[in-house]
């Protein structure tokens, strides 16, 4: 018997392409793997980073608007000590003049009787019932645990103005109701501290009560409103 070797056939040019390519093809993915994973770590520290400015930012808004109502709310407290003294019908104009209880962010003092008619004002006035006004009632039936209430942003009848009325009810001396005292802030004022934060070309700075009715909102250097925000998705996990 005779051993004759057989030969393998030398891989053709073919089969090196398919190498060649599988091999090409197994660096790209590995490549472009590399890509995304890198993207996505750079979009989820970019994420964080928005987050973080929004919070900063939300914490500003927050801090200036506490600070705005608090410093209204003095000033009623004031009024409400100069009635306890003077009566009923302090002269506001002279309350004014001799001490700093009124500043740019409030539009005016103002003082409505139990029956709801307009009796007192830091400027002039016509006789005015407001007993309708949703400032009035909320109270004439409660105290609200001696707190001030703050309005959705009302259209004022004889200025015309859109004003936020941050009020607190007048008791009598035997803590029957008296009337309330009213000081009326006025919206753009927040606004412009709106205006001075970056939020971005499209960014929207909001102020929203807890009812849901927008009190104040910039959106880029624009000041504008939405009645309201119960219907927002971002209100309904609050």
Known sequence: ?????????????????????????????????????????????EISNLMKDTANLARAVEEHAVRTIR????????????????????????????????????TYLSIIDEHGNLVASNQPFKPLNLSDREHFQVHV?????????????????????????????????????GGVAVVA?????????????????NGVATLVGRDGIVRVQRAGNVASGTPDAKKWALFKHL
């Open 1 to 45: 018997m005779t051993w004759t070797p057989v030969r393998r056939p030398l891989p053709g040019r073919f089969d090196i392409g398919i190498t060649i390519i599988a091999f090409g093809i197994c660096l790209i993915s590995l490549l472009w793997s590399g890509v995304v994973l890198k993207i996505r770590a750079e979009e989820k520290a």
């Open 71 to 106: 410093e209204a709310d003095q000033v009623l407290l004031s009024l409400l000590r100069q009635i306890r003294l003077q009566g009923s019908k302090p002269d506001l104009r002279q309350l004014i003049e001799d001490g700093p209880i009124l500043s740019r962010i409030y």
């Open 141 to 177: 039936a409660a105290d609200i645990l001696n707190q001030p209430f703050i309005s959705k942003p009302v259209v004022g009848r004889t200025s015309g103005n859109t004003t936020i009325q941050l009020t607190r009810r007048i008791n009598k001396p035997n803590l029957s109701f």
């Open 185 to 201: 802030i006025d919206p753009d004022y927040l606004a412009q501290f709106y205006s001075q934060l970056d939020i971005g070309k």
